[in-house]
């Protein structure tokens, strides 16, 4: 069992920035995600961040979100800079561990125009 807790989200004008926290239960090796979802959208990922540190973007966040790790602190960040409305949504954490997906309870991030 992991619980994963997720922080940092609010209220922001277009072209701020937050940092989003999510912090695990336990230590992990695993590779780590942010999710997100809009009202009447899908959930859709935004972000990898593997055991090793690679990192993948999905391209509508390249360039202005930053995902990254402190494994020490059993912590995953998401840093998003330059954010746009359209970037309003519920973000969540995601993990799997021996084929079990994990998700924190997401953390709204609005980004007013």
């Known amino acids: 069992q992991v619980q994963l807790v997720e922080s940092g989200g609010g209220l922001v004008q277009a072209g701020g920035s937050l940092r989003l926290s999510c912090a695990a239960s336990r230590s992990t090796g695993n590779a780590m995600n942010w999710y997100r979802q809009a009202p009447g959208k899908e959930r859709e990922l935004v972000a990898t961040?593997?055991?090793?540190?690679?990192?993948t973007y999905a391209d509508s966040v390249k360039g202005r979100f930053t995902i990254s790790r402190d494994n020490a602190k059993n912590t995953v960040y998401l840093q998003m800079n330059s954010l746009k409305s359209e970037d309003t949504a519920v973000y969540y954490c995601?993990?799997?561990?021996?084929?079990?997906?994990?998700w924190g309870q997401g953390t709204q991030v609005t980004v007013s125009s």
């Open positions: 961040i593997s055991s090793l540190g690679y990192t």
């Open positions: 995601n993990m799997r561990r021996l084929g079990v997906p994990y």
